[in-house]
């Protein structure tokens, strides 16, 4: 059988240098998203039509919602929480606060409700880290802490049953299947889904209710679904080539919200390079985790 191929279309034009980040907030009716290096969190309500765009003083990598509209943020500090209201930002957890080289990558809560997301260095050459998970301590607070190292550029993370987790450090050009403990740290590796013969490199990730993953590929043009066994089932085509995130969206779950980047793109080229875009009824989703809290 042949894998189907559809289109997208712009959902909101918005110019991001680096759009990142998509989640849908079935409690506030909203899909966010982010521009990493242009330091904004953004977020649609498509039941208006509403569009908001908060400037922040650092770059954001990920974000997750929280409560009463507050959002937990990966940054280049650490953890932040974000009151979406106000535009005030509150430290929760310091990350590598003496690498400034280094900031917070994408990220996504685990099924117990605890955030994790990896970090990566600004320029070249890669210089390894690791992947953090934010943890309550007995006295009632959070700490960042490490369970798996050695990662390049860490980005989409899925997880398809409490104790399994498909990961992406995208230069290795593959989807990674791990064991997921409770507690401690991730591993060990179960299988792989090798996407080295395909256009551009795996990036950000969802899943969709049947288990299969869809996956935004930098430099790709696209957005592939895989079913579980790696078998490639269906391409959403893009007209921009830096497709970097995904997230099932709407009150039934039933549109794929697609994120892109104008990075070291031509601006004159009239491509909607930056830009939200959206594919209407290609799979119903899986609610996405907000952060549990300092309790998780």
């Known amino acids: 059988m042949e894998p189907v191929t559809v289109h997208a279309e712009i959902a909101e034009p918005s110019r991001l240098q680096l759009g990142e980040g998509s989640f849908w907030d079935a409690a506030t009716g909203r899909l966010y998203w982010i521009g990493i290096e242009d330091r904004r969190v953004m977020w649609l309500e498509p039941a208006t039509g509403e569009v908001t765009s908060l400037e922040l003083d650092t770059m954001p990598g990920t974000l997750v919602p929280y409560r009463d509209r507050r959002v ?3 940054t280049q500090r650490g953890f932040e929480l974000l009151d979406t209201a106000t535009g005030a930002l509150r430290p929760v957890a310091e990350v590598e606060a003496d690498r400034t080289h280094r900031r917070m ?3 996504k809560c685990d099924p117990y409700g605890r955030l ?14 690791p992947l953090y998970r934010l943890e309550p301590t007995d006295g009632g607070t959070v700490r960042a802490v490490p369970v798996l190292d050695g990662l390049a550029i860490p980005n ?26 409770e507690h401690g740290p991730v591993g060990p590796l179960i299988r792989t889904i090798d996407t080295a013969q395909l256009p551009g490199d795996p990036d950000g990730m969802t899943l969709d209710a049947e288990g299969n993953l869809w996956v935004a590929f930098w430099g790709g043009s696209a957005v592939r679904c895989f079913g579980p066994d790696g078998t490639l089932l269906e391409t959403v085509e893009l007209p921009v080539p830096q497709v970097t995130s995904v997230a099932f969206g709407g009150p039934d779950l039933r549109t794929l919200y697609i994120t892109s980047a104008a990075t070291g793109t031509d601006p004159g080229d009239g491509l909607p390079h930056g830009a939200l875009f ?14 549990a809290g300092p309790g998780a």
């Open 72 to 74: 937990l943020l990966a």
């Open 105 to 107: 990558n994408d990220g």
């Open 116 to 129: 994790l997301a990896g970090t990566m260095t600004l320029d070249e050459p890669r210089e390894p880290g």
């Open 156 to 181: 989409g993370l899925a997880w398809p049953e409490p104790d399994r987790l498909w990961y992406i450090d995208t230069p290795t050009r593959r989807i990674d299947l791990y064991a997921y403990p």
């Open 278 to 291: 959206r594919c209407e009824g290609v799979a119903t989703g899986r609610p996405g985790v907000p952060w």
